[in-house]
């Protein structure tokens, strides 16, 4: 069984910054994709980024250029740097991890991850 643990979130000002932690723990061997999604009340949940056992990534257009997603195998953790944040950045943010392949334009489909953590809540003041 495999479990994903969110740390990180917080309130912050417009501006500032927050790291994203997700630990992995179970049966990780081999995790091929792992990806950041968000769902802000009265929302969908929506991808953030993802990034494949290569270390390719991806980002939501919303995002690029302000977030960085990264991870450390050897720990089994997923990391989501996020810098210059947005009163529009305010959701709830999830990690989650799909054992096998798929391409770039499936890792946006939230129902093709197999493992999800419980979530970490961003605040974002203006």
């Known amino acids: 069984q495999v479990q994903l643990v969110e740390s990180g979130g917080g309130s912050v000002q417009a501006g500032g910054s927050l790291r994203l932690s997700c630990a992995a723990s179970?049966?990780?061997?081999?995790?091929?994709?792992m990806g950041w999604f968000r769902q802000a009340p009265g929302k969908e949940r929506e991808f953030v980024s993802a990034i494949d056992s290569d270390g390719s990534t991806s980002y939501a257009d919303s995002v690029k250029g302000r977030f960085t997603i990264s991870r450390d195998n050897a720990k089994n953790t997923l990391y989501l740097q996020m810098n210059s944040l947005k009163p529009a950045d305010t959701a709830t943010y999830y990690c989650a991890a799909r054992r096998y392949y798929m391409t770039p334009i499936q890792a946006l489909e939230t129902y093709l991850y197999n493992y999800w953590g419980q979530g970490t809540q961003v605040t974002v003041s203006s």
């Open positions: 179970g049966y990780t061997y081999s995790m091929y994709y």
